[in-house]
């Protein structure tokens, strides 16, 4: 589909927050990109208008059943001043993929990559230039049908927003306390673990808030069978050093296929580490800290690319890893991603697009 993308410019222009001022996900951009679906149509009417709020009917099904995907990616302002997106294929990909689970109509790729280089495009002066900052991008879709029956819907709005973001982390590159729970589960085989859809962010808030009132900044889920084997972390994947093997949990169904996990792995392999994409227990994990041979843990995401663990709290007892500093390898895989992602390292996996 090639429907050229109508745009409809802002007639008022915000102030744009400096550098310094800027949080997480409070400031939005001017426009937004919006797209439509109905059953007989598929997707269309591509276009670009000024941010804003949408219409929805009250009985509109995303409000009351949950048929709702996104996903979360970047656009950073190079050393040289251009601006490139991180990976947005991949993160179209797995939105596609989200969206087949829930029974939403997957979009072209290549609209849906066009919607994001040219909204992106078009706000370029809102992607902040100081290192650690970036312009959040968010694409959704959601079922607007007003319909009250249990089916998935027949009409449908795809939009992406924008929002200029500082450092995820207020501490900086502190390594962070996590809860292990294992009161609360977040994913089943045959579930929807690995959907980025709405519904599992809400399921998650209850045990998220617990452990924030104990301390915490974010859970570890372990897996919802036996509740033994690691999953992952709050909107992160888990990684481990243990001796000198790295692992992380596998693509099982129950946790979202992170693509800087998958960066992470990729550029581990190359440095020739030995990596293993298997289950790990949290015993394995509590007796490798007793032996001495737990030696980092971090999580990977977009929203802190690289996040490392300096205390897992579990029945109780704290597993304290590497005296609760930040590990060497966690280090290195932050600056090779950090380094790609605003060009002053070569992008030699092709994994950024410039707008
Ligand atoms: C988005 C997300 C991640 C991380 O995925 P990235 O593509 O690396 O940002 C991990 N876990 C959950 C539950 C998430 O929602």
Known sequence: ??????????????????????????????????????????????????????????????????????????????????????????????MNNSARRMCIPPLDPETALRSLVELVGLEKEWVPSTVGTSLYVRPTIIANEAFLGVRPAHSYIYY????????????????????????????????????KTAGNYAASLYAAEEAKHAGFTQVLWLDGRERKYLDEVGTMNIMLKIGDEVITPPLTGTILPGVTRDSALTLMRE??????????????????????????VWGTGTAAVISPVGELAYKGERIVINEGKIGALTQKLYDAIVGIQYATAPDTHGWTVPV
């Open 1 to 94: 589909m090639s429907e050229p993308i109508r745009i409809s410019r802002a007639a008022v222009k915000k102030a744009r927050p400096k550098d310094k001022d800027l949080t997480f996900g409070t400031v939005f951009t001017d426009h937004m990109f919006v797209m439509d679906f109905q059953e007989e149509k598929g997707w269309y009417d591509p276009r670009i208008e000024p941010y804003g709020p949408l219409s929805l009917d009250p009985a509109a099904a995303v409000l009351h059943y949950a048929q709702a995907v996104f996903d979360g990616l970047k656009a950073f302002r190079g050393k040289d001043g251009r601006v490139r997106l991180f990976r947005p294929q991949k993160h179209i990909e797995r």
């Open 160 to 195: 992406v927003i924008l929002s200029p973001v500082g450092a995820y982390y207020p501490e900086g590159m502190n390594p962070v306390k996590i809860l292990v729970v294992d009161k609360y589960v977040r994913a089943v085989e045959g579930g929807v673990g690995a959907a």
């Open 271 to 296: 440095w020739g580490l030995r990596v293993a994409e298997r289950q790990v227990s949290i015993d394995e994990v509590a007796q490798a800290a007793h032996r001495g041979t737990l030696k980092e």
